[in-house]
């Protein structure tokens, strides 16, 4: 209400210096006359003193209104834009938060773009219609109801003539706003492929350069250019109408304004002031009834923009936090008859598997790529549930866990190593909330076997990561992410293969130090390398998502067709070779 208030009061300020004009020219006609007839007298010195002091005051009343139509316009402007910009930052805050809430299966479905795109672009238009759109409708009402109010009272037939273009002028506009915006949108999309296909060359700037494919992919980036190019030059040849369309149609008006005046004028009908102030109220209609246009191209921009937005804070999280009651994990997990397929793909990951972790034990899980290794991690952490069977934490069903005590309880190394732009120091303590100390960030460096590394480089656990670590090596990538886990002491500990990158040897210091961290603490390590799991309490070997084998190291070795044996025997061989290389 507020808004509408100050829009009101300052198109009211807006309408005074068109009506102080209007006076002041009927003024100015009606003293020359008098001014004449005292020709070469002192009385004709002491009359132009007084039409000097009046055309000041004239100009003082214009500026005065003017100053108070730009006030009351900045009050405006403080109430509606800063109110759309407020929604803008809620509704943006809004998506982030539910964006975080979906569950992993979500981000599978959905590409990173479409959803960057909803929380800016989509966000952005929407609040053009909350903020600009709604300001210039309001003023378009009011404005027109002002000023046709007035104009009807000086000239019914000269108003006609006057607003006539008007209507033609408002339909044109948004005729070629439509045109503009969707040659816009156009321009977004390949500004869209642009920045993908820049972001994807950059990342894989190792890979390009490995291949020598430099000139291929400056090539390609060069016609997507060119694309980006004939799109914009469509697009200012179709604007390079818009502004003369303006400017005939507005000088009609005008035109109009003139010839009609100038006969109601020489009929006596009205006077040459009101010529003027119909002049000057037709620029001040002209943009109110230009922006018809372009706040009904707005509001179509940003009812699609909403519905985007709406599909997905409408998509409701399948997983969901229970419970806010604080827990604390001791540590035992058992896996009872688990099935799980993946919803899009219809891909069998597992089959009726089961087993038990004891609180305080380590469990190994080995078999070769696609076997479903990596997707009881995902269930371990509850990224999915079930499609079939059950998991318990300390006997407690999984689904009745507060999912935050849960997975605050877990040290989790992912199969592909993530690190966030930002330095290393950041990076390893990123799993804590509060008591970082720089002591246990050094430490757990040590225990990851990459406090060496780090202390070599220029500004130690100062450096600064590029975008996903591309600055280091993937084993580097691998250590910082297990030191990451292990920094901030969980109760249970889960690997997923995160010893891919690294030596032997260092795979062995690695394994050594987490052999001392581990006493106490649930371990789960899941590999493919038969070195990384046989100091486990228990391993199971997995293939199809089904348990094909299980038992210590030793047991397994004595089984003399098991994928357990194969697998360590061909796995010494290659080590082997790769030793007589050496």
């Given at each position: 209400m507020a808004g509408i208030l100050f829009i009101t009061v300052s198109n009211l300020f807006a309408v005074y210096p068109a009506q102080i004009t209007r006076i002041a020219i009927d003024y100015v006609a009606e003293s020359n006359q008098i001014h004449q007839q005292f020709d070469a007298s002192n009385l004709q010195q002491i009359l132009f003193k007084n039409y000097t002091h009046v055309f000041l005051f004239f100009l003082l009343l214009i500026l005065g209104s003017t100053l108070l139509k730009g006030l009351f316009m900045f009050f405006m402007r403080q109430t509606i834009i800063v109110m759309s910009r407020?929604?803008?930052y809620d509704l943006k805050n809004e998506i982030f938060n539910h964006y975080q809430q979906l569950e992993l299966g979500f981000y599978k479905r959905n590409n990173t773009g479409d959803l960057m795109a909803r929380i800016s672009e989509d966000v952005s238009q929407v609040r053009m219609y909350i903020g600009p759109a709604i300001m210039y409708s309001i003023n378009l009402i009011v404005t027109f109801v002002l000023v046709?109010?007035?104009m009807l009272s000086i000239s019914p037939m000269l108003t006609l003539y006057v607003i006539l273009p008007l209507p033609f002028l408002s339909i044109g506009v948004y005729a070629v706003s439509s045109v503009i915006n969707k040659?816009?949108?156009g321009i977004q999309r390949q500004i869209s492929k642009l920045s993908s296909f820049t972001?994807?060359?950059?990342s894989g700037i190792r890979v390009l350069k490995a291949f020598n494919r430099e000139d291929s992919s400056a090539k390609a980036f060069e016609e997507e250019s060119k694309k980006y190019k004939f799109l914009s030059l469509d697009l200012v040849r179709t604007d390079a109408v818009f502004q003369p369309l303006i400017i005939i149609l507005i000088g009609l008006s005008t035109l109009l304004t003139i010839y009609i005046g100038g006969l109601q004028t020489i009929n006596g009908q009205i006077s040459i002031g009101n010529i003027v102030e119909f002049v000057l109220y037709v620029n001040m209609l002209t943009w109110p009834v230009t922006a018809i246009g372009w706040v009904t191209s707005i509001i179509q921009r940003a009812s699609a923009s909403q519905k985007r937005i709406n599909e997905f804070l409408q998509t409701k999280p399948q997983i969901?936090?229970?419970?806010?009651?604080?827990?604390?994990?001791?540590?035992?997990?058992?896996?009872?008859?688990v099935n799980f397929t993946y919803e899009d793909s219809n891909i069998k990951a597992l089959q009726n598997v089961s087993f038990t972790i004891e609180a305080g034990e380590s469990l190994a899980i080995i078999g070769k790529t696609g076997s479903g290794k990596s997707t009881i991690a995902s269930l371990f952490c509850r990224m999915y549930d079930t499609s079939a069977g059950q998991i318990f934490i300390d006997n407690k069903n999984i689904k009745e866990w507060n999912l935050n005590a849960l997975r605050s309880s877990i040290g989790y190394v992912p199969q592909e190593a993530f690190l966030f732009s930002d330095t290393i120091a950041n990076n390893i303590a990123f799993g804590l909330k509060e008591n970082i100390q720089k002591e246990n960030i050094e430490q757990a460096a040590k225990d990851a076997a990459i406090y060496d590394n780090i202390t070599n480089f220029p500004d130690g656990f100062n450096t600064l990561v590029g975008e996903r670590g591309i600055t280091l090596s993937g084993g580097q990538k691998q250590r910082i992410s297990i030191a990451r886990a292990i920094v901030k002491q969980p109760q249970i500990l889960l690997f997923d293969d995160c010893l891919?990158?690294?030596d032997t040897e260092t795979e062995d210091t690695i394994l050594k130090n987490l052999a001392r961290l581990m006493k106490g603490k649930t371990t789960l390590i899941i590999s493919h390398r038969v070195s990384s799991v046989k100091q486990a309490s228990h391993i199971i070997v997995l293939d199809n998502g089904r348990i094909v084998e299980e038992g210590s190291h030793s047991k397994l070795l004595f089984n003399n067709n098991g994928f357990y044996k194969q697998l360590y025997e061909a796995q010494l061989m290659e080590d082997d070779a790769l030793k007589s290389k050496n």
């Open positions: 407020l929604i803008e046709i109010s007035i040659k816009s949108e972001q994807e060359a950059f969901v936090n229970p419970t806010e009651d604080k827990m604390e994990v001791k540590g035992k997990v058992e896996f009872k008859n891919s990158a690294v």
